[in-house]
């Protein structure tokens, strides 16, 4: 599966923008959801992720509570919602897809990912 971001922009400190993932062919049925964020100078980091099967959801605590993983089923689309936006959040927005069995989570935050989505910028001014 290959996958496309789409969304983030510019917005205001406090402000909300939403970054949405789709797979160019295929279906995210079977795949768990996890985003990263690359800002400049910096290497990747790990945002958060969410399995569709067991339901669980995992973040990095400084987004906790400002940011949530959800999907559009008949949309076949995640999204990555992001609210009370912080100019430390400006970074380019990465989604990617990972088989989604007892593994995932493993899989995942150890790079051994199905397919990357492209990024997305999101720009947080003060």
């Known amino acids: 599966v290959q996958l496309q971001a789409y969304g983030g922009g510019t917005v205001q400190a406090g402000g909300s923008l939403n970054v949405s993932c789709a797979p160019c062919?295929?279906?995210?049925?079977?795949?768990?959801t996890g985003w990263f964020r690359q800002a400049p100078g910096n290497e990747r980091e790990f945002v958060g992720a969410r399995s569709w099967g067991v339901g669980t959801s995992y973040y990095v605590k400084s987004v906790q509570d400002r940011f949530s993983l959800s999907r559009d089923t008949a949309k076949n689309t995640w999204y990555l919602r992001m609210s009370s936006l912080k100019p430390e959040d400006t970074a380019i927005y990465f989604c990617?897809?990972?088989?989604?069995?007892?593994?995932?989570?493993?899989?995942?935050?150890?790079?051994?990912?199905?397919?990357w989505g492209q990024g997305a910028q999101v720009t947080v001014s003060s």
């Open positions: 990617a897809a990972v088989r989604d069995d007892s593994k995932w989570y493993r899989a995942l935050r150890s790079g051994a990912v199905n397919a």
């Open positions: 062919g295929g279906h995210f049925e079977n795949y768990a």
